[in-house]
């Protein structure tokens, strides 16, 4: 999911992006790992994803996460609602949430992300064990997000809560996410 976010954010900026691809291709390998590689921690972890992709580590996330290595995230619940990422910040929080199969739940509402950060995301919680709750409200996402979120209920039936108000996704979009959510949440009762 790295180069496909990548091509999104070096069309703003063409000049940098040999630079952004070279960063970002140690965490290509990472990612398929689960929990944090050998003898790193999930703070080590974040912080060298930071570092890879340029960006400025979230202060309270990083206070989160354990500093020892083999220690897992002390959460089932990752809520970055008053606590602003952004679309490259996101990447790295992915990294984690990667590592964290414990994880039920993830809100990232009112971050400033766009629809290729959501593709991002889909691509991690489409296959992670845990996450049944998804909370992408109040960013600037439109029907391209509508689209992928479509595949991410589609092909993860364990997510039965997705939150996608105050965005620009269509209407026709939204009944059919509305629809799929409850198709999920049904046959998880069931």
Not at 57 to 84: A, C, H, I, W
Not at 87 to 113: C, F, H, W, Y
């Amino acid at each position: 999911f790295f180069f496909d976010y990548l091509t999104f954010l070096t069309s703003l900026h063409p000049l940098k992006a040999a630079k952004m691809r070279q960063a970002a291709k140690p965490q290509a390998k990472a990612g398929s790992t689960k929990g944090p590689p050998k003898g790193k921690s999930l703070r080590e972890v974040y912080e060298e994803t930071c570092a890879n992709l340029k960006v400025r580590p979230n202060s309270t996330f990083e206070e989160m996460l354990p500093d020892k290595p083999g220690q897992v995230l002390n959460t089932d619940t990752l809520d970055f609602s008053r606590n602003y990422v952004g679309d490259r910040g996101m990447l790295a929080v992915l990294e984690i949430v990667q590592r964290s199969p414990q994880l039920k739940r993830l809100v990232v509402t009112e971050n400033g992300l766009r629809n290729a950060a959501i593709k991002a995301i889909v691509t991690v919680v489409v296959k992670h064990p845990g996450i049944s709750s998804l909370d992408v409200s109040d960013n600037y996402i439109s029907e391209g997000a509508g689209k992928v979120l479509e595949v991410l209920l589609k092909e993860n039936p364990r997510i039965t809560e997705l939150g996608f108000s105050n965005t620009k996704i269509d209407v026709d979009c939204r009944l059919r996410l509305k629809d799929l959510i409850a198709l999920n949440a049904a046959n998880a009762r069931s």
